[in-house]
């Protein structure tokens, strides 16, 4: 069965960098073909895809918020961590992480994904 | 890389289909046969209910079904109930991106 779980701050002032984890179980990052997502949400709002890493440390980040997104794994920990720097108060929204599925990278779909984890960006 | 889009919302009663579409373009939904489909309850984490297009996993009723016909994705649930009152979102492999349509709500009357 797999499992994953958003860990991070719940509030973030504007203008400092957000750090989320994700600790995931069931899987391995080290498996080929495996990846991991991050995907948020602002309140009453649409979901919005933001980065993804594959077992291969192949990444790929949204167009639009790219310069400001880093995606990194840790394999002996079973976690992916997200930052996003320069936190603005549009960034509030709730954080998923999710595994990615799919027989050829990147193409895919997310299934399953973690709880989420809410942020909000105020001073 | 604009989102897909999806109709706001859409209803129908108990027993009735109701059918979500999702237009992309030919860099996305047209191009490329990895478009999924999620269904989102209240405060709830989306869940994954079609992939591929067609495919449905293990545990999503067969009255889920998906579509494409060129730069449109369709959601069709047969046979409506209560419980299939949610967010629908869209999405699509985009060429080493990934999309999101704009949601649907689905309401059951």
């Known amino acids: 069965q797999i499992t994953l779980k958003e860990s991070g701050p719940t509030l973030v002032k504007p203008t400092q960098t957000l750090t989320l984890t994700c600790t995931f179980s069931g899987f391995s990052l080290s498996t080929s073909g495996v990846g991991v997502g991050w995907i948020r949400q602002p309140p009453g709002k649409a979901l919005e895809w933001l980065a993804l890493i594959y077992w291969n440390d192949d990444k790929r980040y949204s167009p639009s918020l790219k310069s400001r997104l880093t995606i990194t794994k840790d394999t002996s920990k079973n976690q992916v961590v997200l930052t996003m720097t320069n936190m603005d108060p549009v960034d509030t929204a709730t954080y998923y992480c999710?595994?990615?599925?799919?027989?050829?990278?990147?193409?895919?779909?997310?299934?399953?994904w973690g709880q989420g984890t809410l942020v909000t960006v105020s001073s | 890389q604009s989102a897909l889009t999806q109709p706001p919302s859409a209803s129908g009663s108990p027993g009735q289909s109701v059918t979500i579409s999702c237009t992309g373009t030919?860099?996305?939904?047209?191009?490329?046969?990895?478009v999924s489909w999620y269904q989102q309850h209240p405060g709830k984490a989306p869940k994954l209910m079609i992939y591929?297009?067609?495919k449905r996993p293990s545990g999503v009723p067969d009255r889920f079904s998906g579509s494409k016909s060129g730069n449109t994705a369709s959601l069709t649930v047969s046979g409506l109930q209560a419980e299939d009152e949610a967010d629908y979102y869209c999405s699509s492999y985009a060429g080493s991106t990934v999309v999101f349509g704009g949601g649907t709500k689905l309401t059951v009357l």
């Open positions: 999710a595994h990615r599925d799919g027989d050829v990278v990147p193409a895919g779909w997310f299934d399953p």
């Open positions: 591929e297009v067609s």
């Open positions: 030919s860099s996305d939904v047209g191009g490329y046969n990895y």
